[in-house]
């Protein structure tokens, strides 16, 4: 059996490890239209923009891993035209490479919302490029406004003033998260970035933006030395869509990661699996979700019944604080705070449980670490809200 994987990241590196590693003898191709080795995406934001890492300690498999394994790895080319019943791939070029089963996992890239005139002219992060070029612009920089409170939004803030940098961050909504972490949780991490100097334009719309200048809604213009986009990310379902397999907010697929074609799987940021245990499709762009999407789509190719039901998860680093969370939370769900917040200065150690209804949707560790598969294991779970904020109650106990 021929598998081609599209898409050079993480969830592509992990599923070709898998798949070698679970007795896969056949084929093997990746194909990603960076000009890199396949690279995990957490550090961009973390140490390599603080200047603490560098990009090739972000690398998944060192080159020759891939000769060691008969991985063909094809990079800095594009994947132009998927040919699901010929079962071939057409890559920029005119080089055709078929296939038995093909793997998409191209990702997603930065939004560039119709509504900001030229946003396309601010700088993203989302890549290796990007990192390069905002880093250079960070280093002979005195000011950066960044558009978008969300997590690379404040990641980038953190940075900033790790460089010393005049930060802003400019957000639609009251606090910053919101959506996720509701207005108290919200309020924690605004209060986090303004003890640490950055100024928040909370409740703004922004109009327009240029390389240096961001116009908001009620006419006033922010100047500063580099101005940052991030107002979350569009899943690259184009070669998919174009293939005529299903698309909505990603490329849908089973719990199985299987397509509308039965010979085409899709994983990582651009699929939007049914998850079981929440009886609808979850499209998550997270590194676990891809590392586990990728190990477990290797999994169903090779005959196992493998299926998509593991919470989601994630983590981030901002000044002192260090956080991991679990589960699918909202802003509107009950907030329930075991230990006290601290006054944003990074270093408090506490616990947040979301709960919906009375029953616990998200869980986020903050400086408390070996927990979380205790978290992990009262997400879905109904949890008298008391017990939940008692410290003297151990976690295990409440599962």
Do not use: C
Not at 70 to 84: I, K, N, P, Y
């Amino acid at each position: 059996m021929d598998i081609v994987i599209i898409g050079g990241g993480l969830a592509a590196a992990k599923a070709a490890a898998a798949l070698r590693e679970n007795g896969h003898d056949g084929g093997l191709t990746i194909i990603g239209d960076e000009d890199r080795l396949p690279y995990e995406r957490p550090p961009l934001s973390k140490d390599v923009l603080l200047g603490e890492g560098t990009l090739d300690d972000a690398v998944v498999q060192p080159q020759e891993w891939y000769a060691e394994h008969d991985v063909r790895l094809v990079t800095g080319t594009e994947a132009e035209r998927l040919d699901v019943e010929g079962h071939r791939v057409h890559l920029a070029g005119g080089q055709v490479v078929p296939f038995d089963k093909a793997v998409i996992a191209t990702g997603a890239r930065p939004a560039v919302p119709d509504a900001i005139a030229g946003a396309a002219d601010a700088f993203f992060l989302r890549n290796a490029a990007d990192v390069e070029r905002l880093s250079t612009a960070f280093a002979d920089a005195s000011s950066v406004v960044v558009v978008g409170g969300g997590w690379i939004g404040l990641e980038v803030a953190a940075a900033a003033r790790h460089h010393d940098l005049e930060t802003t961050v400019v957000l639609r909504d009251d606090v910053p998260l919101e959506k996720v972490m509701g207005e108290r949780i919200g309020g924690y991490f605004a209060s986090l970035h303004t003890s640490h100097g950055v100024t928040l334009r909370a409740g703004e719309r922004v109009d327009a933006v240029t390389a240096r200048t961001v116009k908001l809604g009620g006419g006033e213009v922010l100047e500063a030395d580099v101005v940052v986009l991030a107002v979350g990310a569009t899943p690259n379902v184009e070669l998919a869509q174009e293939a005529g397999l299903l698309v909505d907010d990603g490329i849908v697929t089973d719990e199985h990661f299987a397509t509308s074609h039965p010979d085409v799987y899709a994983i990582g940021d651009v699929s939007a699996t049914l998850h079981l245990g929440r009886g609808h499709a979850v499209r998550v762009e997270h590194w676990d979700d891809a590392v586990r999407q990728g190990e477990a789509v290797a999994q169903v190719l090779l005959g196992q019944d493998v299926t998509y039901d593991w919470e989601p998860y994630f983590f981030t680093d901002q000044y002192d604080l260090g956080m991991e969370y679990v589960g699918h939370g909202s802003g509107d769900d009950d907030v329930v705070v075991r230990g006290e917040l601290d006054d944003g200065s990074g270093e408090g150690e506490f616990i947040v449980f979301w709960l919906h209804d009375g029953v616990v949707s998200a869980a986020m560790n903050v400086n408390i670490w070996d927990v979380q598969d205790d978290l992990r294991a009262l997400v879905g779970r109904e949890v008298d809200p008391e017990r939940l904020a008692d410290p003297s109650v151990e976690l295990s106990a409440l599962a």
